[in-house]
Protein backbone atom coordinates (compact mmCIF):
# COMPACT_ATOMS: atom_id res chain seq x y z
CA UNK A 1 0.00 0.00 0.00
CA UNK A 2 1.05 3.53 -0.76
CA UNK A 3 1.72 6.44 1.21
CA UNK A 4 -1.21 8.40 -0.18
CA UNK A 5 -3.18 5.30 0.14
CA UNK A 6 -2.73 5.35 3.84
CA UNK A 7 -3.28 8.91 4.92
CA UNK A 8 -6.43 9.26 2.36
CA UNK A 9 -7.88 5.93 3.51
CA UNK A 10 -7.20 5.88 7.06
CA UNK A 11 -7.46 9.56 8.00
CA UNK A 12 -8.86 11.88 5.07
CA UNK A 13 -12.37 10.96 5.08
CA UNK A 14 -12.62 11.30 9.22
CA UNK A 15 -11.09 14.60 9.44
CA UNK A 16 -13.07 17.57 10.44
CA UNK A 17 -13.30 20.71 7.95
CA UNK A 18 -12.22 23.66 9.72
CA UNK A 19 -13.37 27.00 7.82
CA UNK A 20 -9.70 28.31 8.01
CA UNK A 21 -8.29 25.56 5.69
CA UNK A 22 -8.16 26.09 2.77
CA UNK A 23 -6.08 22.88 1.18
CA UNK A 24 -6.17 20.48 3.52
CA UNK A 25 -4.61 16.59 2.89
CA UNK A 26 -3.59 15.61 -0.62
CA UNK A 27 -1.20 18.28 -1.88
CA UNK A 28 2.11 19.42 -1.26
CA UNK A 29 1.50 21.26 1.46
CA UNK A 30 -1.51 23.10 3.13
CA UNK A 31 -3.22 25.94 2.66
CA UNK A 32 -4.24 27.39 5.80
CA UNK A 33 -5.64 30.92 7.16
CA UNK A 34 -4.47 32.41 10.39
CA UNK A 35 -6.67 35.15 11.28
CA UNK A 36 -5.96 39.00 12.10
CA UNK A 37 -4.39 39.85 14.85
CA UNK A 38 -3.70 36.59 16.18
CA UNK A 39 -0.06 35.12 15.95
CA UNK A 40 0.96 31.41 14.91
CA UNK A 41 1.64 29.27 17.94
CA UNK A 42 3.88 25.81 16.44
CA UNK A 43 5.02 23.03 18.91
CA UNK A 44 6.43 19.40 17.65
CA UNK A 45 6.34 16.26 19.76
CA UNK A 46 7.62 12.90 18.67
CA UNK A 47 6.62 9.70 20.44
CA UNK A 48 8.52 6.44 20.15
CA UNK A 49 6.76 3.06 21.19
CA UNK A 50 9.12 1.69 24.14
CA UNK A 51 9.62 5.49 25.00
CA UNK A 52 7.15 7.54 25.30
CA UNK A 53 4.89 4.44 25.51
CA UNK A 54 4.73 1.20 26.29
CA UNK A 55 4.99 -1.16 23.11
CA UNK A 56 1.20 -3.04 24.04
CA UNK A 57 -0.39 0.66 24.58
CA UNK A 58 -3.88 0.61 22.59
CA UNK A 59 -3.03 2.36 19.34
CA UNK A 60 -6.34 4.36 20.28
CA UNK A 61 -4.45 5.57 23.23
CA UNK A 62 -1.55 6.23 21.81
CA UNK A 63 -3.44 8.47 18.76
CA UNK A 64 -5.17 10.66 21.32
CA UNK A 65 -1.69 11.16 23.81
CA UNK A 66 0.32 12.18 20.59
CA UNK A 67 -2.74 14.93 20.26
CA UNK A 68 -3.06 15.87 23.69
CA UNK A 69 0.75 16.23 24.07
CA UNK A 70 1.10 18.90 21.47
CA UNK A 71 -2.07 20.45 22.48
CA UNK A 72 -0.31 20.54 26.05
CA UNK A 73 2.40 22.50 24.94
CA UNK A 74 -0.57 24.98 22.97
CA UNK A 75 -2.03 25.43 26.29
CA UNK A 76 0.85 26.37 28.01
CA UNK A 77 1.78 29.20 25.19
CA UNK A 78 -1.79 30.46 26.49
CA UNK A 79 -2.97 28.94 22.42
CA UNK A 80 -5.75 28.27 20.49
CA UNK A 81 -5.20 25.27 18.98
CA UNK A 82 -5.74 24.67 15.08
CA UNK A 83 -4.66 22.10 12.94
CA UNK A 84 -2.34 19.32 13.32
CA UNK A 85 0.00 17.13 10.99
CA UNK A 86 1.16 13.71 11.20
CA UNK A 87 3.99 11.84 10.73
CA UNK A 88 3.52 8.03 11.38
CA UNK A 89 6.60 5.32 11.42
CA UNK A 90 5.01 2.16 11.33
CA UNK A 91 6.41 -1.56 10.88
CA UNK A 92 3.62 -2.68 8.75
CA UNK A 93 0.70 -1.46 7.49
CA UNK A 94 -1.37 -3.40 10.01
CA UNK A 95 -5.29 -2.21 8.66
CA UNK A 96 -6.64 -2.83 12.30
CA UNK A 97 -3.71 -0.73 14.00
CA UNK A 98 -4.62 2.43 11.82
CA UNK A 99 -8.41 1.91 11.75
CA UNK A 100 -8.28 2.26 15.56
CA UNK A 101 -5.08 4.74 15.32
CA UNK A 102 -7.11 7.04 13.19
CA UNK A 103 -10.69 6.47 15.04
CA UNK A 104 -8.72 7.79 17.90
CA UNK A 105 -6.87 10.97 16.69
CA UNK A 106 -9.81 12.01 14.85
CA UNK A 107 -12.09 11.73 17.68
CA UNK A 108 -9.73 13.72 19.65
CA UNK A 109 -9.00 16.35 16.65
CA UNK A 110 -13.30 16.56 16.34
CA UNK A 111 -13.28 17.22 20.33
CA UNK A 112 -10.67 20.02 19.78
CA UNK A 113 -11.67 21.37 17.00
CA UNK A 114 -8.66 20.59 15.36
CA UNK A 115 -8.11 19.25 11.67
CA UNK A 116 -5.59 16.88 10.31
CA UNK A 117 -4.11 19.16 7.29
CA UNK A 118 -1.46 16.96 6.55
CA UNK A 119 1.09 14.04 7.33
CA UNK A 120 3.87 11.63 6.22
CA UNK A 121 4.05 8.21 6.57
CA UNK A 122 7.15 5.84 6.60
CA UNK A 123 8.04 2.51 6.93
CA UNK A 124 10.15 1.58 10.25
CA UNK A 125 9.84 1.46 14.05
CA UNK A 126 6.58 2.46 15.52
CA UNK A 127 6.94 6.48 16.27
CA UNK A 128 4.43 9.26 15.72
CA UNK A 129 5.29 13.10 15.34
CA UNK A 130 2.79 15.11 15.34
CA UNK A 131 3.00 19.47 14.69
CA UNK A 132 0.34 21.30 16.08
CA UNK A 133 -0.17 24.73 14.99
CA UNK A 134 -2.83 27.30 17.00
CA UNK A 135 -3.30 30.44 17.48
CA UNK A 136 -2.70 33.31 20.48
CA UNK A 137 -3.94 37.35 19.92
CA UNK A 138 -0.52 39.36 19.64
CA UNK A 139 1.32 40.10 22.26
CA UNK A 140 -0.27 37.51 24.89
CA UNK A 141 1.96 34.63 24.35
CA UNK A 142 2.83 32.66 27.69
CA UNK A 143 6.22 32.48 28.04
CA UNK A 144 8.64 31.12 30.26
CA UNK A 145 10.70 34.31 30.83
CA UNK A 146 8.58 36.81 32.39
CA UNK A 147 8.34 35.47 35.97
CA UNK A 148 9.66 37.75 38.81
CA UNK A 149 10.95 36.93 42.17
CA UNK A 150 8.02 37.18 44.69
CA UNK A 151 5.52 35.35 42.07
CA UNK A 152 3.49 32.89 43.46
CA UNK A 153 3.54 29.58 41.69
CA UNK A 154 0.70 27.33 41.14
CA UNK A 155 -0.30 23.97 39.52
CA UNK A 156 -3.76 22.82 37.91
CA UNK A 157 -4.80 19.75 38.78
CA UNK A 158 -3.62 17.17 40.47
CA UNK A 159 0.19 15.71 40.61
CA UNK A 160 2.09 12.15 40.18
CA UNK A 161 -0.95 10.20 39.08
CA UNK A 162 0.46 9.52 35.13
CA UNK A 163 3.84 8.08 37.14
CA UNK A 164 1.71 5.76 39.49
CA UNK A 165 0.08 5.22 36.21
CA UNK A 166 3.21 4.01 34.25
CA UNK A 167 4.52 2.01 37.43
CA UNK A 168 0.69 -0.15 36.83
CA UNK A 169 1.03 -0.35 33.52
CA UNK A 170 4.84 -1.65 34.10
CA UNK A 171 3.58 -4.15 36.72
CA UNK A 172 5.92 -2.53 39.17
CA UNK A 173 3.18 -1.20 41.60
CA UNK A 174 0.08 -3.24 42.50
CA UNK A 175 -2.83 -1.04 43.14
CA UNK A 176 -5.54 -3.50 44.18
CA UNK A 177 -8.67 -1.09 44.19
CA UNK A 178 -10.34 -0.77 40.32
CA UNK A 179 -11.65 2.58 39.93
CA UNK A 180 -8.28 3.78 41.21
CA UNK A 181 -6.37 1.69 38.97
CA UNK A 182 -8.70 2.64 35.83
CA UNK A 183 -8.34 6.01 37.14
CA UNK A 184 -4.62 5.87 37.03
CA UNK A 185 -4.09 4.48 33.84
CA UNK A 186 -6.34 6.76 32.39
CA UNK A 187 -3.97 9.77 33.79
CA UNK A 188 -1.23 7.97 31.85
CA UNK A 189 -2.78 7.15 28.54
CA UNK A 190 -5.76 9.67 28.13
CA UNK A 191 -3.80 13.06 29.51
CA UNK A 192 -6.08 16.26 29.34
CA UNK A 193 -4.33 19.17 27.76
CA UNK A 194 -5.41 22.17 30.16
CA UNK A 195 -6.32 24.24 27.05
CA UNK A 196 -9.18 26.12 28.63
CA UNK A 197 -6.68 27.12 31.69
CA UNK A 198 -3.79 28.20 29.12
CA UNK A 199 -6.05 30.61 27.41
CA UNK A 200 -7.77 32.09 31.01
CA UNK A 201 -4.36 32.74 32.05
CA UNK A 202 -3.07 34.82 28.88
CA UNK A 203 -2.44 38.46 30.36
CA UNK A 204 -2.22 37.06 34.14
CA UNK A 205 0.33 34.34 34.12
CA UNK A 206 3.96 36.01 34.12
CA UNK A 207 5.21 32.40 33.01
CA UNK A 208 3.84 29.39 32.47
CA UNK A 209 5.23 25.77 31.04
CA UNK A 210 3.91 22.30 30.67
CA UNK A 211 4.53 19.52 33.05
CA UNK A 212 5.61 16.25 30.85
CA UNK A 213 8.91 15.71 32.39
CA UNK A 214 8.07 16.54 36.20
CA UNK A 215 7.68 19.29 38.28
CA UNK A 216 11.21 19.61 39.51
CA UNK A 217 12.34 19.17 36.20
CA UNK A 218 10.42 21.67 34.34
CA UNK A 219 9.96 24.00 36.52
CA UNK A 220 13.71 24.59 36.32
CA UNK A 221 13.32 25.73 32.83
CA UNK A 222 11.31 28.37 34.33
CA UNK A 223 13.65 29.63 36.39
CA UNK A 224 16.41 29.50 33.79
CA UNK A 225 14.56 31.68 31.43
CA UNK A 226 13.37 33.98 33.91
CA UNK A 227 16.34 34.13 35.96
CA UNK A 228 14.73 33.38 39.51
CA UNK A 229 15.01 31.17 41.79
CA UNK A 230 11.91 29.22 43.80
CA UNK A 231 10.80 27.48 47.16
CA UNK A 232 8.09 24.71 46.46
CA UNK A 233 5.98 23.42 49.60
CA UNK A 234 6.09 19.77 48.98
CA UNK A 235 3.21 19.72 52.07
CA UNK A 236 1.01 21.85 49.51
CA UNK A 237 1.40 19.41 46.33
CA UNK A 238 -1.90 18.53 44.62
CA UNK A 239 -2.42 14.71 44.84
CA UNK A 240 -5.27 13.02 43.93
CA UNK A 241 -6.92 10.59 46.09
CA UNK A 242 -6.46 7.55 44.08
CA UNK A 243 -2.65 8.48 44.61
CA UNK A 244 -3.40 8.98 47.92
CA UNK A 245 -4.79 5.76 49.40
CA UNK A 246 -2.59 3.56 46.83
CA UNK A 247 1.14 4.60 48.11
CA UNK A 248 2.48 5.78 51.26
CA UNK A 249 2.42 9.72 51.25
CA UNK A 250 6.36 10.18 50.62
CA UNK A 251 6.02 7.90 47.67
CA UNK A 252 3.19 10.05 46.54
CA UNK A 253 5.52 13.25 46.86
CA UNK A 254 8.04 11.74 44.91
CA UNK A 255 5.56 10.68 42.14
CA UNK A 256 4.55 14.45 42.05
CA UNK A 257 8.30 16.02 42.06
CA UNK A 258 9.87 14.02 39.68
CA UNK A 259 6.79 11.41 37.37
CA UNK A 260 6.11 13.10 33.98
CA UNK A 261 3.20 12.18 31.77
CA UNK A 262 1.05 14.70 34.09
CA UNK A 263 0.57 17.65 31.19
CA UNK A 264 -0.82 20.25 34.02
CA UNK A 265 0.33 23.56 33.65
CA UNK A 266 3.04 24.97 36.12
CA UNK A 267 2.46 28.73 36.32
CA UNK A 268 3.61 31.96 38.01
CA UNK A 269 1.50 35.03 39.21
CA UNK A 270 2.69 38.33 40.43
CA UNK A 271 1.22 39.54 43.91
CA UNK A 272 -0.96 42.75 41.83
CA UNK A 273 -2.77 39.99 39.94
CA UNK A 274 -3.40 37.05 42.28
CA UNK A 275 -6.92 37.74 43.41
CA UNK A 276 -7.97 38.16 39.33
CA UNK A 277 -6.40 35.14 38.51
CA UNK A 278 -8.00 32.99 41.58
CA UNK A 279 -11.42 34.71 40.48
CA UNK A 280 -10.85 34.02 36.61
CA UNK A 281 -9.92 30.44 37.04
CA UNK A 282 -12.91 29.72 38.96
CA UNK A 283 -15.19 31.05 37.00
CA UNK A 284 -13.40 29.16 34.00
CA UNK A 285 -13.48 25.85 36.66
CA UNK A 286 -9.94 25.29 36.43
CA UNK A 287 -8.22 23.63 39.38
CA UNK A 288 -5.38 25.64 40.43
CA UNK A 289 -2.85 24.97 43.60
CA UNK A 290 -0.29 27.44 45.19
CA UNK A 291 2.51 25.54 46.18
CA UNK A 292 5.01 28.04 46.49
CA UNK A 293 7.10 31.47 45.69
CA UNK A 294 9.58 32.45 43.44
CA UNK A 295 12.87 34.10 44.79
CA UNK A 296 15.82 35.97 43.48
CA UNK A 297 18.26 32.90 43.72
CA UNK A 298 18.98 32.56 40.58
CA UNK A 299 18.42 28.95 39.01
CA UNK A 300 17.95 27.53 42.69
CA UNK A 301 14.96 25.33 43.67
CA UNK A 302 14.52 24.62 47.30
CA UNK A 303 11.56 22.51 48.93
CA UNK A 304 10.10 22.44 52.21
CA UNK A 305 7.58 20.32 54.05
CA UNK A 306 5.47 21.95 56.57
CA UNK A 307 8.39 24.56 56.42
CA UNK A 308 11.50 22.51 57.05
CA UNK A 309 14.31 21.67 54.52
CA UNK A 310 13.01 18.77 52.73
CA UNK A 311 15.40 16.50 50.73
CA UNK A 312 14.65 14.44 47.49
CA UNK A 313 16.82 12.72 44.52
CA UNK A 314 13.39 13.66 42.47
CA UNK A 315 15.12 14.48 38.75
CA UNK A 316 12.48 14.18 35.95
CA UNK A 317 12.32 12.17 33.20
CA UNK A 318 16.47 11.91 31.11
CA UNK A 319 16.14 12.18 27.81
CA UNK A 320 19.17 10.49 27.02
CA UNK B 1 22.21 15.00 28.27
CA UNK B 2 18.97 16.72 28.35
CA UNK B 3 16.34 16.95 25.44
CA UNK B 4 17.16 20.99 25.61
CA UNK B 5 20.45 21.04 26.06
CA UNK B 6 20.81 18.91 22.76
CA UNK B 7 18.48 22.04 20.69
CA UNK B 8 19.81 24.67 22.58
CA UNK B 9 23.11 23.58 22.59
CA UNK B 10 24.04 22.52 19.26
CA UNK B 11 21.02 24.61 17.19
CA UNK B 12 19.86 27.47 19.16
CA UNK B 13 23.15 29.50 18.80
CA UNK B 14 23.35 28.80 15.13
CA UNK B 15 19.83 30.26 13.71
CA UNK B 16 19.50 32.81 11.70
CA UNK B 17 16.97 35.68 13.42
CA UNK B 18 13.91 36.58 11.34
CA UNK B 19 11.77 39.32 12.24
CA UNK B 20 8.38 37.51 11.76
CA UNK B 21 9.46 35.04 14.69
CA UNK B 22 8.27 36.32 18.15
CA UNK B 23 9.67 33.59 20.11
CA UNK B 24 11.73 30.97 18.38
CA UNK B 25 13.24 28.13 20.23
CA UNK B 26 13.00 27.81 23.98
CA UNK B 27 9.72 27.69 25.03
CA UNK B 28 7.06 25.41 24.80
CA UNK B 29 6.06 26.48 21.05
CA UNK B 30 7.21 29.10 18.88
CA UNK B 31 5.13 32.31 18.25
CA UNK B 32 5.39 33.55 14.38
CA UNK B 33 3.60 36.35 12.62
CA UNK B 34 2.01 35.56 9.43
CA UNK B 35 2.14 38.83 7.06
CA UNK B 36 -1.18 40.00 6.01
CA UNK B 37 -2.80 38.92 2.53
CA UNK B 38 -0.58 35.67 2.94
CA UNK B 39 -1.85 32.14 3.13
CA UNK B 40 0.48 29.75 5.86
CA UNK B 41 1.71 26.77 3.68
CA UNK B 42 2.87 23.46 6.14
CA UNK B 43 4.36 20.80 5.27
CA UNK B 44 6.05 17.72 6.60
CA UNK B 45 8.45 14.76 5.29
CA UNK B 46 10.56 12.21 7.65
CA UNK B 47 13.48 11.08 6.42
CA UNK B 48 14.67 7.81 8.13
CA UNK B 49 17.74 6.13 8.06
CA UNK B 50 18.12 2.86 5.81
CA UNK B 51 14.98 4.02 4.01
CA UNK B 52 15.99 7.72 2.77
CA UNK B 53 19.21 8.01 3.07
CA UNK B 54 22.30 5.12 3.43
CA UNK B 55 23.16 4.89 6.86
CA UNK B 56 26.81 5.67 5.92
CA UNK B 57 25.55 9.44 4.58
CA UNK B 58 27.14 12.41 5.99
CA UNK B 59 24.93 14.26 8.85
CA UNK B 60 25.80 17.31 6.77
CA UNK B 61 24.07 15.89 3.92
CA UNK B 62 21.45 14.01 5.87
CA UNK B 63 20.73 17.55 7.61
CA UNK B 64 20.53 19.43 4.42
CA UNK B 65 18.65 16.87 2.37
CA UNK B 66 15.84 17.01 5.30
CA UNK B 67 15.29 20.36 4.39
CA UNK B 68 15.76 20.31 1.14
CA UNK B 69 12.76 17.75 1.08
CA UNK B 70 10.33 20.28 2.92
CA UNK B 71 11.70 23.23 1.00
CA UNK B 72 10.64 21.47 -2.12
CA UNK B 73 7.11 20.58 -0.85
CA UNK B 74 6.74 24.42 -0.48
CA UNK B 75 8.49 25.06 -3.86
CA UNK B 76 5.52 23.06 -5.31
CA UNK B 77 2.51 25.01 -3.85
CA UNK B 78 4.23 28.76 -4.91
CA UNK B 79 4.94 29.05 -1.41
CA UNK B 80 8.22 30.79 0.06
CA UNK B 81 9.80 29.05 3.25
CA UNK B 82 9.80 31.18 6.70
CA UNK B 83 10.34 28.13 9.60
CA UNK B 84 11.20 24.84 10.16
CA UNK B 85 10.46 22.74 13.31
CA UNK B 86 12.64 19.63 13.70
CA UNK B 87 12.21 16.37 15.93
CA UNK B 88 15.13 14.58 15.51
CA UNK B 89 15.48 10.50 17.06
CA UNK B 90 19.00 9.83 18.11
CA UNK B 91 20.38 6.10 18.94
CA UNK B 92 23.00 8.26 21.24
CA UNK B 93 24.43 12.02 21.47
CA UNK B 94 27.21 11.98 19.38
CA UNK B 95 28.75 15.03 19.78
CA UNK B 96 30.51 15.09 16.52
CA UNK B 97 28.01 13.53 14.42
CA UNK B 98 25.24 16.78 15.87
CA UNK B 99 28.23 19.61 15.42
CA UNK B 100 27.66 18.03 11.43
CA UNK B 101 24.47 17.83 11.89
CA UNK B 102 23.72 20.92 13.00
CA UNK B 103 25.95 23.08 10.76
CA UNK B 104 24.66 21.32 7.63
CA UNK B 105 21.09 22.47 8.41
CA UNK B 106 21.71 26.02 9.78
CA UNK B 107 24.03 26.72 6.68
CA UNK B 108 20.92 25.53 4.33
CA UNK B 109 18.50 27.49 6.66
CA UNK B 110 20.90 30.57 6.59
CA UNK B 111 20.91 30.33 2.75
CA UNK B 112 16.77 29.46 2.23
CA UNK B 113 16.43 32.72 4.45
CA UNK B 114 14.50 30.14 7.04
CA UNK B 115 14.58 30.05 10.72
CA UNK B 116 14.72 26.85 12.93
CA UNK B 117 11.86 27.46 15.41
CA UNK B 118 11.82 24.83 18.15
CA UNK B 119 12.25 21.19 17.90
CA UNK B 120 12.03 17.77 20.18
CA UNK B 121 15.03 15.32 20.03
CA UNK B 122 13.85 11.73 21.25
CA UNK B 123 16.15 8.85 21.87
CA UNK B 124 15.66 5.90 19.01
CA UNK B 125 16.65 4.95 15.59
CA UNK B 126 17.99 7.59 13.15
CA UNK B 127 15.36 9.71 12.12
CA UNK B 128 14.70 13.34 10.94
CA UNK B 129 11.37 14.85 10.36
CA UNK B 130 11.13 18.55 9.88
CA UNK B 131 7.62 20.54 9.40
CA UNK B 132 8.11 23.57 7.25
CA UNK B 133 6.20 26.93 7.20
CA UNK B 134 6.15 29.22 4.69
CA UNK B 135 3.79 31.90 2.55
CA UNK B 136 1.93 32.03 -0.60
CA UNK B 137 -0.28 35.28 -1.50
CA UNK B 138 -4.21 34.23 -0.71
CA UNK B 139 -5.46 32.28 -4.09
CA UNK B 140 -2.17 31.92 -5.31
CA UNK B 141 -0.80 28.58 -4.10
CA UNK B 142 -0.20 25.87 -6.85
CA UNK B 143 -2.42 22.47 -6.25
CA UNK B 144 -2.48 19.47 -7.96
CA UNK B 145 -5.95 19.21 -8.87
CA UNK B 146 -6.68 22.21 -11.84
CA UNK B 147 -5.29 20.67 -14.50
CA UNK B 148 -7.43 20.66 -17.60
CA UNK B 149 -6.74 18.11 -20.83
CA UNK B 150 -5.17 19.99 -23.62
CA UNK B 151 -2.35 21.54 -20.89
CA UNK B 152 1.08 21.20 -21.66
CA UNK B 153 3.33 19.31 -19.38
CA UNK B 154 6.25 20.48 -18.23
CA UNK B 155 9.86 19.43 -15.66
CA UNK B 156 12.25 21.57 -14.28
CA UNK B 157 16.14 20.47 -14.37
CA UNK B 158 16.80 16.92 -15.57
CA UNK B 159 15.69 13.56 -14.36
CA UNK B 160 17.10 10.39 -13.22
CA UNK B 161 20.26 11.78 -11.41
CA UNK B 162 18.91 10.98 -7.97
CA UNK B 163 18.58 7.70 -8.91
CA UNK B 164 21.92 6.46 -10.45
CA UNK B 165 23.37 8.79 -7.39
CA UNK B 166 22.00 6.05 -5.53
CA UNK B 167 23.26 3.17 -7.45
CA UNK B 168 26.35 4.39 -7.33
CA UNK B 169 26.16 4.98 -3.65
CA UNK B 170 24.87 1.61 -3.37
CA UNK B 171 27.55 0.21 -5.31
CA UNK B 172 25.15 -1.30 -7.94
CA UNK B 173 26.60 0.63 -10.66
CA UNK B 174 29.89 2.14 -11.16
CA UNK B 175 30.80 5.07 -12.70
CA UNK B 176 34.33 5.72 -13.49
CA UNK B 177 34.48 9.54 -14.76
CA UNK B 178 35.00 11.15 -11.31
CA UNK B 179 33.28 14.16 -11.76
CA UNK B 180 30.12 12.36 -13.75
CA UNK B 181 30.19 10.42 -10.46
CA UNK B 182 30.42 13.67 -8.18
CA UNK B 183 27.75 15.27 -9.86
CA UNK B 184 25.40 12.64 -9.44
CA UNK B 185 26.30 11.60 -5.96
CA UNK B 186 25.59 15.45 -5.40
CA UNK B 187 21.79 15.06 -6.96
CA UNK B 188 21.36 12.40 -4.77
CA UNK B 189 22.59 14.36 -1.23
CA UNK B 190 22.25 17.62 -2.15
CA UNK B 191 18.86 18.21 -3.64
CA UNK B 192 18.01 21.95 -4.60
CA UNK B 193 14.33 22.82 -4.09
CA UNK B 194 13.29 24.57 -6.69
CA UNK B 195 11.70 27.31 -4.74
CA UNK B 196 12.19 30.04 -7.32
CA UNK B 197 10.48 28.09 -10.01
CA UNK B 198 7.64 27.48 -7.70
CA UNK B 199 6.82 31.25 -6.57
CA UNK B 200 7.37 32.23 -10.79
CA UNK B 201 4.92 29.51 -11.89
CA UNK B 202 2.11 31.04 -9.51
CA UNK B 203 -1.16 32.24 -11.67
CA UNK B 204 0.55 30.53 -14.48
CA UNK B 205 0.28 26.75 -14.05
CA UNK B 206 -2.31 25.00 -14.21
CA UNK B 207 -1.08 22.25 -11.23
CA UNK B 208 2.05 21.64 -9.76
CA UNK B 209 3.79 18.80 -7.90
CA UNK B 210 7.36 18.15 -6.81
CA UNK B 211 8.99 15.08 -8.01
CA UNK B 212 10.51 13.03 -5.34
CA UNK B 213 8.68 9.27 -5.77
CA UNK B 214 9.68 9.33 -9.91
CA UNK B 215 7.85 10.74 -12.49
CA UNK B 216 5.56 7.87 -13.45
CA UNK B 217 4.61 7.64 -9.59
CA UNK B 218 3.60 11.76 -8.81
CA UNK B 219 2.60 12.25 -12.39
CA UNK B 220 -0.44 9.82 -11.36
CA UNK B 221 -1.45 11.89 -8.56
CA UNK B 222 -1.70 14.76 -10.71
CA UNK B 223 -4.35 12.77 -13.34
CA UNK B 224 -6.14 12.00 -10.05
CA UNK B 225 -6.19 14.87 -8.21
CA UNK B 226 -7.31 17.01 -11.56
CA UNK B 227 -9.49 13.63 -13.31
CA UNK B 228 -6.76 13.92 -16.92
CA UNK B 229 -5.05 11.31 -18.47
CA UNK B 230 -1.64 11.97 -20.11
CA UNK B 231 0.92 11.57 -23.12
CA UNK B 232 4.59 12.04 -22.21
CA UNK B 233 7.26 11.67 -24.60
CA UNK B 234 9.88 9.60 -23.22
CA UNK B 235 12.42 11.04 -26.04
CA UNK B 236 11.88 14.54 -24.58
CA UNK B 237 12.93 13.50 -21.34
CA UNK B 238 15.75 16.41 -20.00
CA UNK B 239 18.24 13.98 -19.17
CA UNK B 240 21.61 15.15 -17.68
CA UNK B 241 25.04 14.54 -19.90
CA UNK B 242 26.20 12.74 -16.91
CA UNK B 243 23.04 10.47 -16.80
CA UNK B 244 23.42 10.31 -20.90
CA UNK B 245 27.58 9.22 -21.08
CA UNK B 246 27.17 7.13 -17.92
CA UNK B 247 24.65 4.85 -18.89
CA UNK B 248 22.78 3.61 -21.78
CA UNK B 249 19.84 5.30 -23.31
CA UNK B 250 17.24 3.18 -22.20
CA UNK B 251 18.21 2.46 -18.76
CA UNK B 252 18.86 6.71 -18.77
CA UNK B 253 15.07 6.68 -19.94
CA UNK B 254 14.21 3.78 -17.00
CA UNK B 255 15.65 5.96 -14.56
CA UNK B 256 13.89 9.73 -15.42
CA UNK B 257 11.03 8.09 -15.40
CA UNK B 258 11.04 5.95 -12.47
CA UNK B 259 13.66 6.68 -9.81
CA UNK B 260 12.86 9.12 -6.67
CA UNK B 261 14.88 12.04 -4.75
CA UNK B 262 15.22 14.29 -7.77
CA UNK B 263 13.10 16.68 -6.39
CA UNK B 264 12.30 18.34 -9.95
CA UNK B 265 9.19 20.07 -10.57
CA UNK B 266 6.52 18.84 -12.65
CA UNK B 267 3.85 21.00 -13.79
CA UNK B 268 1.04 21.70 -16.43
CA UNK B 269 -0.15 25.01 -17.91
CA UNK B 270 -3.16 25.89 -20.30
CA UNK B 271 -2.69 26.72 -24.22
CA UNK B 272 -3.17 30.69 -23.54
CA UNK B 273 -0.36 30.53 -20.38
CA UNK B 274 2.76 28.72 -22.21
CA UNK B 275 3.79 31.95 -24.19
CA UNK B 276 3.98 34.12 -20.66
CA UNK B 277 4.85 31.11 -18.95
CA UNK B 278 8.08 30.49 -21.06
CA UNK B 279 8.97 34.52 -20.82
CA UNK B 280 8.63 34.04 -16.95
CA UNK B 281 10.66 31.09 -16.82
CA UNK B 282 13.65 32.05 -18.72
CA UNK B 283 13.81 35.74 -17.28
CA UNK B 284 13.65 33.35 -13.47
CA UNK B 285 16.78 31.21 -15.23
CA UNK B 286 14.11 28.48 -14.16
CA UNK B 287 15.33 25.58 -16.92
CA UNK B 288 12.07 23.58 -18.00
CA UNK B 289 11.09 20.97 -20.56
CA UNK B 290 8.23 20.24 -22.06
CA UNK B 291 7.25 16.41 -22.12
CA UNK B 292 3.40 15.84 -22.92
CA UNK B 293 0.24 16.83 -22.85
CA UNK B 294 -2.88 16.10 -20.48
CA UNK B 295 -5.88 14.76 -22.42
CA UNK B 296 -9.01 13.68 -21.28
CA UNK B 297 -8.72 9.46 -20.59
CA UNK B 298 -8.57 9.89 -16.74
CA UNK B 299 -6.08 8.34 -14.70
CA UNK B 300 -4.62 6.90 -17.88
CA UNK B 301 -1.12 7.59 -18.24
CA UNK B 302 0.43 6.83 -22.15
CA UNK B 303 4.38 6.80 -22.60
CA UNK B 304 5.46 7.10 -26.50
CA UNK B 305 8.82 7.18 -27.63
CA UNK B 306 9.38 8.83 -31.41
CA UNK B 307 5.37 8.68 -31.50
CA UNK B 308 4.99 5.05 -31.33
CA UNK B 309 4.20 3.20 -28.01
CA UNK B 310 6.59 2.99 -24.91
CA UNK B 311 6.12 -0.17 -23.07
CA UNK B 312 7.85 0.70 -19.15
CA UNK B 313 7.47 -1.05 -15.96
CA UNK B 314 8.60 2.06 -13.96
CA UNK B 315 6.74 2.09 -11.28
CA UNK B 316 8.27 4.79 -8.81
CA UNK B 317 8.89 4.98 -5.21
CA UNK B 318 6.62 2.15 -3.30
CA UNK B 319 6.35 3.53 0.69
CA UNK B 320 5.39 0.08 2.21
Known amino acids: MKEFNVIED ?119 TITAQGFVPFDQALTRSQAKPGDSVYVTGTLGDAGLGLHIAQNKCVVNDQLNREYLLNRLHYPTPRLMAGTSLRRLASACIDISDGLVSDIKHILKASQCGATLHVDKLPLSQALKVSVSSSQAIDYALSAGDDYELLFTVSEEQKGHLETTLASANVPATYIGQLNGNMGKLELRQNDKPFESSAEGYQHF
Chains 1, 2 share one sequence.
Not at 47 to 59: A, E, I, K, N, R
Not at 80 to 99: K, T, Y
Open 10 to 128: FFKAKSIQRKDVIIGIGDDGAVTHVPQGQALVTTTDTLLSGVHFLPDTSPHAIAQKAIAVNLSDLAAMGAQPAWISLSLSLPEVDQAWLQAFSTGLQQHAEYYSVQLIGGDTVKGPLAI
